[in-house]
């Protein structure tokens, strides 16, 4: 392939590559790290001449960390659009490099561009606070100072009912479990009184008759006359009669 204008060149570069130098005798690196199911993405075109490319692995073996081809290095000629992409299976460390160290005059120029695709959801990012001001210092500390005055005039009523309350407790009766004999005394009389023992006696049968006969509402009970038996009843007595003489009322007479 031919190599690339400077005027193509540099319309590369505006659709998003990054312009890399290569010195000679040396080779670019950078590193990616990737999660499990991630993937690297690469596209380049060197401009002239030929560029080496390759993609590895770092790992950990006995003595330190390697670095493991997963793409091998390869020579691309200029002008050619080189693309590709590798998908991690764990999470691990992948370097591309661009190598010009086989070159021992030439410096290299290549547009490259690069991208990671990461199909797991990421952690939230925390927001960060803004920065405290002289300002917000003081507001926070006038609105604690108005939180602690509406708490101490909260506390200064709660004294102030807790006071009313123990004078109307001073001054409430005791209650008592027996009113009927302690009654008196709860009241704060001094006097105690002994229930029903002082009421006064039921009135008797002939007392209610009395009331009966003074009382007609239209509902009094009748009550139905009895006859007893004569022979409970003794015979009234006869009355005595004595004779008196017509004449000795007239000698009487003046």
């Known amino acids: 392939a031919a190599p690339m204008t400077e005027p193509k060149f540099l319309k590369l570069v505006k659709d998003g590559g990054e312009v890399l130098q290569i010195p000679r005798r040396t080779a670019w690196t950078q590193a990616f790290s990737l999660r499990a199911g991630a993937s690297l993405r690469w596209e380049f075109r060197v401009q002239s001449h030929d560029l080496g490319f390759a993609l590895r692995r770092r790992a950990m073996q006995k003595g330190g960390s390697v670095e493991v081809d997963v793409v091998d290095a390869k020579r691309f000629p200029a002008g ?19 190598d010009n160290a086989y070159s021992l005059l030439t410096p290299k120029r290549v547009v490259a561009k ?13 927001v960060s606070s803004p920065p405290e001001t002289a300002y917000t210092r003081r507001r926070e ?17 709660a004294k102030v009912e807790g006071e009313r309350l123990k004078e109307m ?17 709860a009241l704060g009389s001094g006097k105690k009184s002994k229930g029903f023992e002082d009421a006064p006696p039921a009135p008797s049968t002939r007392e209610l008759l009395a009331f009966l006969d003074t009382y007609d509402d239209g509902q009094r009970p009748e009550f139905p006359d009895e006859v007893l038996p004569a022979s409970e009843f003794p015979p009234p007595p006869s009355p005595s009669m004595k004779e008196v003489s017509l004449d000795d009322d007239r000698t009487g007479e003046s």
């Open 80 to 98: 050619v659009a080189v693309a590709g992409d590798w998908t991690a299976i764990e999470p691990c460390t992948v370097v591309a490099a661009f």
């Open 114 to 126: 690069f991208s990671v695709n990461d199909p797991t959801p990421k952690p939230p990012t925390p």
């Open 169 to 185: 407790a001073a001054v409430t009766p005791k209650a008592v479990d027996n009113w009927s004999d302690d009654w008196a005394t």
């Open 141 to 157: 500390l006038n609105k604690q100072q108005r939180e602690m005055a509406a708490l101490s005039q909260k506390l200064d009523e």
